[in-house]
């Protein structure tokens, strides 16, 4: 049978599910089978990945949706006509800078238009075809399309797209375009395996070759909880455990990214292992999930986990029978080989360059051109969430004024603001300017030009931009002004938060922009 997850391909198998037949033997004292034994199966046959690959096919379909609803309820005021960063100039100034070269280096379909119905059409247009995912329709084309319309997305939507779930869902949207066949080769249950292996190990090594000291010193959770972009409110609770409690946390985090990922490249034979490999990474995902929003990934990371899990194990508690399809012709079966070994070479190349990178005197060392001509298909990634852990939380606040005298501060929806409000969840959605604006506090001059944006568009009283924020203290008109000021935050004590209700306690740092009007925001003609 088959998987069903971007971690790896099987083979398709007639029946409901490889069945394992454990038997005892007498123990061998004195030798490596000891060990092994307690992990290893016999099997009249070899596994099926069928019910696991049907399986694996829909949740993505759900992942899918997940992100172009929750895109399509923004994009006007992300990247609109009037958006924050409008896609229409964007591929306008590519062109002009680039000739034709722009078509490759920019792949979109937004180059047909990229007014605010092109946007919205593809965002749900993404979640219609992903329905058609989840029930079965046409998985190959179906799959094509989705990838098409996400890349499409994500070259469009600039910086608000960069996320590394979004090259994540891109990577695994086109190993599951191979993966999709009735009999699809197993290597591509091999290249989702190996997608899942590269996205934890690398995870786990660029923390400790980075050369922080918080992943070294074991003290990284003493900062994750209050310095992570939207962290939940049980992330409160965790911040205020033991010290020894963090430093146990940290340990086990790292296990699960740099020992655990071995287990998933275990023979057949010994795939209980791998079992127990897809149980840890899943709650590993389920943690990080319940303490901090980080949008689809922890769910398409979970999804790329059931590819682990035959079929003999999904029919205890998914007791579907599928019937067995006849196999593509033999050159397409070729064709897909073919595609699936350049994939892999390409994943390899960028496995090491991602490494290489993080290693003193060597970045730049492995710059390769296959993957500088793949690049801009976002497809084949290189990954290594917080690798540097942040040790302070700076925040920026925008203020408006009437008079240059009074000022009254905007909410965002789900950012830290008001200290008193408690940190929510919002996961899977991904509020994409209130995670921009974590990455701007940390970088402000990085972040200058779609910031001053974000500020015309406030005193011009746009509303699709407006619609991206939380409280607006000015629903009637506009304020004349606006400002941009830097503060510090952290969580409360324990004794605090039962002093005065607030979650957090903020310290005011001073102001990064001064008094703006909109003649002074007005875009270079």
């Known amino acids: 049978m088959r998987e069903c997850y971007t971690g790896r391909l099987g083979t398709v198998r007639r029946g409901v599910g490889a069945c394992s037949i454990n038997y005892y033997r007498p123990p061998s004292w004195g030798t490596t089978m000891d060990?092994?034994?307690?992990?290893?199966?016999?099997?009249?046959?070899?596994?099926?990945?069928?019910?696991?690959?049907?399986?694996?096919?829909?949740?993505?379909?759900?992942?899918?949706?997940?992100?172009?609803?929750?895109?399509?309820?923004?994009?006007?005021?992300?990247?609109?006509?009037?958006?924050?960063?409008?896609?229409?100039?964007?591929?306008?100034?590519?062109?002009?800078?680039?000739?034709?070269?722009?078509?490759?280096?920019?792949?979109?379909?937004?180059?047909?238009?990229?007014?605010?119905?092109?946007?919205?059409?593809?965002?749900w247009g993404g979640a219609a075809l992903a329905v058609l995912l989840i029930a079965g329709v046409a998985?190959?084309?179906?799959?094509?399309?989705?990838?098409?319309?996400?890349?499409?997305?994500?070259?469009?939507?600039?910086?608000?797209?960069?996320?590394?779930?979004?090259?994540?869902?891109?990577?695994?949207?086109?190993?599951?375009?191979?993966?999709?066949?009735?009999?699809p080769s197993p290597w591509m249950r091999w290249l989702l395996w190996w997608l899942l292996f590269r996205l934890m190990v690398l995870s786990g090594i660029t923390k400790l070759v980075s050369g922080d000291v918080a992943w070294r010193h074991l003290t990284a959770l003493d900062y994750h909880f209050w310095t992570q972009p939207l962290p939940t409110w049980p992330a409160w609770y965790a911040q205020w455990t033991p010290p020894w409690v963090h430093r146990a946390m940290t340990l086990v985090i790292l296990a699960i990214e740099l020992l655990v990922p071995w287990l998933i490249l275990v023979p057949e034979r010994w795939r209980r292992a791998r079992y127990a490999a897809c149980a840890l990474l899943v709650l590993g995902q389920m943690a990080i999930a319940f303490t901090g929003n980080y949008g689809f990934f922890n769910l398409l990371a979970i999804v790329l986990c059931v590819p682990l899990l035959d079929d003999g194990v999904l029919v205890r508690v998914l007791p579907l029978r599928l019937a067995a399809t006849q196999?593509?012709?033999?050159?397409?079966?070729?064709?897909?080989?073919?595609?699936?070994?350049?994939?892999?070479?390409?994943?390899?190349?960028?496995?090491?360059?991602e490494i290489a990178q993080t290693l003193p005197n060597t970045?730049?060392?492995?710059?390769?051109?296959?993957?500088?001509?793949?690049?801009?298909?976002?497809?084949?990634?290189?990954?290594?969430?917080?690798?540097?852990?942040?040790t302070e939380r700076p925040e920026i606040v925008i203020e408006g004024?009437?008079?240059?005298?009074?000022?009254?501060?905007?909410?965002f929806?789900?950012?830290?603001?008001?200290?008193?409000?408690?940190?929510?969840?919002?996961?899977?959605?991904?509020?994409?300017?209130?995670?921009?604006m974590w990455f701007a506090a940390l970088n402000p001059e990085g972040a200058r030009d779609w910031l001053l944006s974000l500020l015309r568009h406030i005193l011009a009283g746009t509303p699709q931009v407006l619609a991206l924020l939380g409280d607006d203290p000015f629903p009637d008109t506009p304020p004349h002004y606006?400002?941009?000021?830097?503060?510090?935050?952290?969580?409360?004590?324990?004794?605090?938060?039962?002093?005065?209700?607030?979650?957090?306690?903020?310290?005011?740092?001073?102001?990064?922009?001064?008094a703006l009007s909109l003649a002074e925001l007005a875009p270079p003609r």
């Not at 069928?50 to 379909?61: D, H, I, N, Q, Y």
């Not at 929806?413 to 921009?436: C, I, N, S, T, Y």
Request: positive net charge; aromatic residues 14%; contains cysteine.
């Open 35 to 123: 060990i092994t034994d307690a992990w290893a199966t016999r099997a009249v046959d070899p596994p099926a990945y069928l019910l696991s690959r049907w399986l694996f096919l829909r949740l993505l379909g759900a992942v899918y949706l997940i992100a172009f609803v929750s895109l399509a309820v923004q994009v006007s005021g992300l990247v609109g006509e009037h958006g924050i960063l409008p896609a229409g100039p964007f591929l306008q100034r590519a062109h002009a800078l680039y000739g034709s070269a722009a078509y490759r280096l920019f792949p979109t379909v937004c180059w047909l238009g990229a007014g605010d119905g092109t946007l919205r059409l593809l965002a």
């Open 139 to 183: 998985p190959a084309p179906v799959l094509l399309l989705l990838w098409i319309a996400y890349l499409s997305l994500s070259v469009a939507g600039q910086t608000f797209l960069w996320f590394q779930w979004d090259g994540l869902l891109l990577e695994t949207g086109l190993l599951a375009v191979l993966y999709a066949p009735s009999r």
């Open 327 to 353: 196999p593509e012709p033999q050159w397409q079966q070729y064709a897909i080989r073919g595609l699936a070994s350049v994939l892999a070479l390409l994943s390899l190349l960028a496995f090491a360059r």
């Open 363 to 390: 970045r730049g060392g492995l710059d390769n051109p296959l993957l500088r001509a793949v690049e801009p298909l976002r497809s084949v990634n290189g990954y290594g969430l917080f690798r540097v852990m942040t």
């Open 401 to 411: 004024s009437r008079d240059g005298v009074q000022w009254s501060e905007y909410g």
């Open 413 to 436: 929806r789900w950012k830290p603001g008001e200290v008193r409000r408690r940190p929510a969840f919002v996961a899977p959605h991904m509020p994409r300017l209130d995670w921009q």
């Open 482 to 514: 606006v400002r941009l000021v830097y503060y510090r935050y952290r969580f409360s004590t324990p004794r605090e938060r039962a002093a005065s209700g607030a979650w957090w306690q903020r310290e005011r740092v001073g102001d990064l922009t001064k």
